[in-house]
């Protein structure tokens, strides 16, 4: 059952999320992981994410995001899913899936509390529109449209402002990638439209994790990131934006049985 007393006003919301393969079925131009440019693409076996799962305390992130890329393209998906809690213990799960082989894992998908289904119109509009006819009700949908919906990766919002990275709401937001970790969830797509070397932006998980990641600065790349970031209210942005997660994750848990029991009866 989760639990929630943890949940104070002034508490930030921490995130780690665990991009288990970069590969994906879609080449969306606007990616934020910057999959179409990626070259170097690999998927982490669970091995390894048994390996990093040590470095990590119980519950030293409340929320854990498992993406990619596409993550049900994964050739481990299914015991990812099975070991998932017990390797990242946490408060609440997510998943990010364009849904090419949702339907596969329908009752391995049960680990997690929320699944964040994209629509991208004319890529995936018969799977989207298979699994939202299920009803499953830990699934919320999301239609992406370039330059609608989906964010201007090439737009650079920050360049006159300071003190960005620590204003940013995404600065609790970690994101493992190929076994290193980054100080944010945006930096490696950046890296590669801004030229930037990831042993500059990124650190290896293992003991000193921690104190390496504060070493980093992305403060020079924070200037052209695409996601605006309010530096005079950054405290109400903040306080903000954890207020919503926990409104979330409070909605989540009255589902937690529900979906269980309609998911069930799907299989």
Same mark, same amino acid.
């Given at each position: 059952?989760?639990?929630?007393k ?8 921490k !995130?780690?999320?665990l991009?288990? #393969?970069?590969?994906c079925? $879609?080449?969306c131009r &606007?990616?934020?992981?910057? =999959?179409?440019l *990626? ?15 040590k ?9 854990i995001?498992i993406?990619g890329?596409?993550?049900?393209l ?16 946490? !408060?609440f799960y997510?998943?990010? #899936?364009?849904?090419?082989? $949702?339907?596969?894992? &329908?009752?391995n998908?049960? =680990?997690?509390? *929320? ?17 939202v006819?299920?009803?499953?009700p ?5 239609k992406?449209?370039?330059?609608i ?11 006159d ?7 940013c ?20 797509? *950046?890296?590669?439209?801004?030229n ?6 990124s650190?290896?998980?293992?003991n000193?994790?921690?104190e ?5 600065s992305i403060?020079t790349?924070?200037?052209r990131?695409w996601?605006?970031v309010d ?21 989540r ?5 529900k ?7 799907l299989?």
């Amino acid at each position: 059952m989760l639990r929630f007393k943890w949940l104070c006003f002034w508490k930030p919301v921490k !995130y780690l999320e665990l991009v288990i #393969t970069d590969f994906c079925n $879609l080449k969306c131009r &606007l990616c934020s992981q910057g =999959v179409p440019l *990626q070259k170097d693409k690999r998927e982490m076996s669970l091995k390894e994410l048994v390996r990093i799962s040590k470095f990590f305390k119980h519950y030293e992130f409340d929320v854990i995001k498992i993406s990619g890329g596409e993550p049900t393209l994964h050739s481990q998906f299914r015991e990812i899913c099975d070991n998932l809690k017990e390797l990242f213990p946490a !408060y609440f799960y997510r998943l990010a #899936t364009n849904g090419c082989l $949702l339907e596969k894992y &329908l009752e391995n998908v049960l =680990v997690f509390d *929320q699944i964040d289904l994209s629509n991208y119109p004319g890529k995936n509009d018969g799977v989207y529109s298979r699994i939202v006819n299920l009803k499953i009700p830990n699934i919320y949908t999301f239609k992406k449209e370039d330059y609608i919906q989906m964010m201007d990766i090439y737009q650079e919002k920050n360049l006159d402002k300071t003190n960005i990275f620590n204003s940013c709401i995404n600065r609790n937001i970690k994101k493992i990638i190929q076994s290193r970790i980054y100080p944010c969830c945006n930096i490696f797509g *950046q890296s590669f439209r801004q030229n930037i070397s990831q042993n500059k932006i990124s650190v290896s998980v293992d003991n000193n994790w921690r104190e390496n990641l504060e070493k980093i600065s992305i403060e020079t790349y924070c200037k052209r990131c695409w996601i605006g970031v309010d530096t005079e209210n950054h405290i109400l942005s903040m306080r903000k934006f954890s207020r919503n997660i926990r409104r979330s994750l409070s909605e989540r848990k009255s589902l937690y049985k529900k979906k269980k029991i309609l998911l069930n009866r799907l299989l």
